[in-house]
């Protein structure tokens, strides 16, 4: 297995492992399966694209002078960093029983009812992240093999129209989240 493969499978596991991680020490580990079970439908892509954005840098970064490759640290960093956040913010409300110690309660409540939509704002950031990567992978001709299919796309425009409607899809979420009390 190459490496950029290896550092996108690592990173998406680590992911992983820190959600599993963060809701255990939180509660248990039997509580972060069972809050698995509900959300696991937004921590795969939100641990995937994690794993992709660490495997195209990796990629970029094998492949590019310092130079050419000094934009796609920041990218990298605050769409993994966004990501990591979302999941973080996910698992926080469930130390809610230490909030109104803290005099916090409003948080534990703001946290558990908008949980689902901070995941959405990962996953939009991730997605956004991949396609910033990619748009590199085009403008240094370093497409190889898989990558060769995505450099027919107008990876800006492309880029824009996923923003856009990403962002449209969080105001829905948190909308949602705000007529209902949770999602």
Do not use: W
Request: with cysteine.
């Amino acid at each position: 297995m190459n490496k950029p493969v290896l550092y996108g499978y690592a990173a998406a596991l680590g992911m992983m492992v820190f959600y599993f991680g963060v809701l255990s020490v939180a509660n248990s580990f039997s509580h972060a399966v069972e809050q698995f079970g509900f959300y696991g439908y937004l921590l795969v892509p939100l641990s995937a694209l994690v794993g992709v954005q660490v495997g195209l840098y990796v990629f970029i970064r094998e492949s590019l002078s310092a130079a050419a490759r000094a934009g796609t640290n920041a990218s990298v960093a605050a769409s993994g960093g966004m990501s990591g956040s979302a999941m973080v913010l996910c698992c926080l409300h469930h130390v809610a029983d230490v909030f109104p110690l803290l005099g916090l309660s409003a948080a534990a409540v703001f946290l558990t009812q908008y949980q689902s939509a901070f995941l959405v704002v990962g996953i939009v950031s991730g997605a956004v992240g991949v396609l910033f990567l990619l748009e590199i992978v085009k403008k240094n001709g370093l497409a190889v093999g898989p990558f060769q299919a995505f450099m027919n796309f107008n990876l800006p425009a492309v880029r824009n129209a996923v923003t856009i409607f990403g962002v449209l899809v969080i105001g829905a979420v948190f909308l949602y989240a705000y007529l209902n009390g949770s999602i």
